[in-house]
């Protein structure tokens, strides 16, 4: 007799951040992530995190605990040299307005501007949040 299959699907995604505030704050205005799931503060361990999601079903948790180090990265790809999460990516429906409001209004450093993916039907673009987080845009194009 086979094993069952587990039918799993995506809940969230957590992220590590200097500023809990901050990057709450800039999720919200960027991305939509206003509404709070949950909130929590774990004095044992030194750490709090606050999980956001948006009326897209977009859920992201940020977690913050006192001392952390960013990852320091000589470009924005090398994340994939090490074994871990590389970037978020998020599916938008304006390719070309999301990488401009998301640079020229809320301050995320242009990466990769729109570009074709290698998918048909498929667009890209990169951008980081303010401290250095790569998220990916991608945009589908319907025939």
């Keep these: ?24 704050a800039w999720y919200g205005d960027a991305l939509g992530l206003t509404h709070v799931d ?18 897209a079903g977009l859920r992201v948790e ?13 470009d924005p790809f090398a994340a994939t040299a090490v ?23 809320c301050g995320a450093a242009p990466v990769s501007p729109p570009a074709p993916g290698v998918t048909p039907g498929m667009r890209y673009a990169y951008v980081a949040d303010p401290e250095g987080n790569l998220i990916e845009l991608i945009e589908l194009i319907e025939d």
């Design 1 to 24: 007799m086979g094993a069952t299959m587990i039918a799993a699907r995506f809940h969230h995604v957590s992220l590590s951040v200097a500023d809990l505030a901050a990057q709450e």
């Design 62 to 74: 940020f977690v913050q605990r006192p001392g952390s180090s960013p990852a320091a990265y000589d």
């Design 38 to 55: 949950e909130r929590l503060e774990m004095p044992e361990a030194d750490v709090r995190t606050v999980v956001l999601s948006g009326a």
């Design 83 to 105: 074994q871990t999460f590389t970037h978020l990516a998020v599916q938008v429906p304006g390719l070309d307005a999301a990488f401009a409001r998301l640079t020229e209004e």
